[in-house]
C-alpha cells in the first residue's frame, strides 16, 4: 500500500494480486510521483489505477485514522488507540474490495440505501402508485435491493474541512433504479476531527417523491476486528422503546417498552448478558432520543430527529480499555449483533468471522416505515433535504 501525501486526506493506492517486488517497484513510481506533484502545489496525484483500490485516509492527532474506499463509501479499517497505547483496527472488512459486490456480502462497512433495512413484500405505495422493488431477502427487500448503493463506486475527492481531514463521495441514483421513484442527488462526508471523532454526513435530495433511509453498516469490535467474539462489550442505548419484529425481520408496527425484556440497555450491560433470551440474537430498532411511541410527531421529513447529533449509544471494551461514543440526528438505531456470520466470511488478513464476530449499530430511520402508519416517514419529496449525521467519538 503506497501513501500519497496530501493537504486534505491522505491518499493511498492498493495493487492488489502482485508480488512484493512489483509492489515495491509500482510504490516507488508512485512516492516519486506523489513528490513531483505536491512540488507543484497539487494536493492529490490523481489515480491511474481502478477507483475502488483507492483510500482516503483521514487522520487524528491521536493517531486515529479511518480509511474510506469510494465502493459503497466504505469505512474499510478504523484505527484506533487502546488503553495500553497500542492501535487496533476495529472495523470488520475485507481486504479485496470485489468481494464487497458478492449478493452473500454482509455489508462490511458500507453505507446501503436507497432505503437501508427491510420493506415488507418488497413493495410499497406511494401517492397512490405502487412500486415493486427486488425481493433479495426471502420475499422481502432489504438495504436497497440487489444493486443497492453498498455496490456502487461513488465519485470521492479529498475537501477542506475547518475540524480535519475530510473526503466527500457523490452519486446520482437514476430515477426506477432498483424499483424506486424519483433520481435522487447523495453526497456522503467523513471528518476526522484533530481529536479523533469520525463525523459522517449524509445528505440527499429528489427531483420526485420517493423513499430515502441511508445507513452506515460497520462492524465494530472494539478489541480489534480479529480479535474473537463482542459478547463481553459494555453497552448503553439511550432508547427505551425498542420495534418488535417477525421471524423473518419485519416489523410488527408495534413500539414496545425495553423495560423488563433483554432489550434494556438503558445501562449499561454485556452484550452477551441475555442475547440468548432473543429469538435469534439482537437485529432489531430502537428508538432513540426518548421519543417512543410519539417518534412520528417528533420526527422531521427526512428522518430528523434532532437538529445536531445527540449522544445516544456507547459501548465499551474492558480488554483494551476503549470506549465509542455514538451521537446521532436520526429517531432509531438498528442494533445487531452479527447473528449471521458464520465463519465463511474470511476478513482482513485472512481472518474468519464468526457468529457475533462483530456488531453493528445502524443509525436511520425505522425499518418498514412506509407500510407503517405510526412510524415516522421515510418519504422525501423534492422541497425537501434528507439529512443524516452521526459523529463516533473514541476515548479509552
Not at 452519486?171 to 432498483?178: H, I, M, N, V
Not at 460497520?218 to 425498542?242: E, K, P, Q, T
Amino acid at each position: 500500500m503506497v501513501e500519497l501525501k496530501a493537504n486534505h486526506a491522505h491518499v493511498e493506492r492498493d495493487e492488489l494480486n502482485t508480488d512484493d517486488k512489483r509492489k515495491k517497484i509500482v510504490g516507488g513510481a508512485l512516492i516519486a510521483a506523489a513528490a513531483a506533484a505536491f512540488a507543484l502545489g497539487r494536493h492529490i496525484l490523481k489515480a491511474r489505477c481502478f477507483k475502488e483500490m483507492e483510500t482516503f485516509v483521514l487522520r487524528a492527532d491521536n493517531g486515529t485514522e479511518a480509511h474510506i474506499r469510494p465502493l459503497g463509501c466504505c469505512i474499510q479499517r478504523l484505527l484506533v488507540p487502546g488503553a495500553d497505547g497500542s492501535i487496533q483496527d476495529v472495523v470488520l472488512g475485507f481486504d479485496d474490495m470485489k468481494s464487497l459486490t458478492a449478493s452473500s456480502s454482509p455489508f462490511f462497512g458500507v453505507v446501503v440505501g436507497r432505503c437501508a433495512n427491510r420493506i415488507e413484500g418488497a413493495s410499497f405505495t406511494l401517492d397512490g402508485q405502487i412500486y415493486k422493488l427486488a425481493a433479495n431477502n426471502g420475499k422481502n427487500a432489504l438495504h436497497g435491493g440487489t444493486k443497492g448503493f453498498d455496490k456502487h463506486i461513488w465519485a470521492a475527492k479529498s475537501i477542506d474541512h475547518a475540524d480535519g481531514d475530510a473526503v466527500q463521495l457523490t452519486r446520482t441514483s437514476p430515477d426506477g433504479e432498483e424499483g424506486y421513484p424519483g433520481t435522487l442527488k447523495v453526497s456522503v462526508t467523513y471528518v476526522m476531527t484533530r481529536q479523533g471523532v469520525l463525523k459522517m454526513l449524509i445528505e440527499a435530495t429528489t427531483d420526485k417523491a420517493t423513499l430515502v433511509n441511508l445507513a452506515q453498516h460497520a462492524y465494530f469490535n472494539l478489541a480489534g476486528h480479529d480479535s474473537g467474539d463482542v459478547l463481553n462489550h459494555d453497552l448503553h442505548l439511550r432508547g427505551d422503546h425498542y420495534i418488535p419484529t417477525t421471524e423473518d425481520g419485519i416489523p410488527t408496527g408495534q413500539i414496545t417498552p425495553v423495560k423488563g425484556t433483554p432489550f434494556d440497555f438503558t445501562e449499561m450491560k454485556r452484550i452477551g448478558k441475555e442475547v440468548d433470551e432473543t429469538p435469534a440474537g439482537y437485529d432489531h430498532n430502537w428508538v432513540l432520543h426518548g421519543l417512543g411511541r410519539q417518534a412520528k410527531f417528533s420526527t422531521k421529513a427526512g428522518s430528523v430527529a434532532s437538529e445536531i447529533p445527540r449522544e445516544a449509544i456507547k459501548v465499551r471494551d474492558p480488554q483494551s480499555g476503549r470506549t465509542m461514543t455514538i451521537s446521532t440526528t436520526t429517531p432509531g438505531v438498528q442494533f445487531y449483533s452479527g447473528n449471521f456470520l458464520d465463519g465463511n466470511q474470511i476478513g482482513k488478513g485472512g481472518f474468519a468471522y464468526q457468529k457475533h464476530a462483530g456488531f453493528c449499530l445502524e443509525t436511520q430511520g425505522f425499518p418498514n416505515a412506509i407500510n407503517q402508519p405510526a412510524f415516522p416517514t421515510v418519504v422525501l419529496r423534492p422541497d425537501e433535504k434528507y439529512r443524516h449525521e452521526t459523529h463516533y467519538a473514541f476515548t479509552c
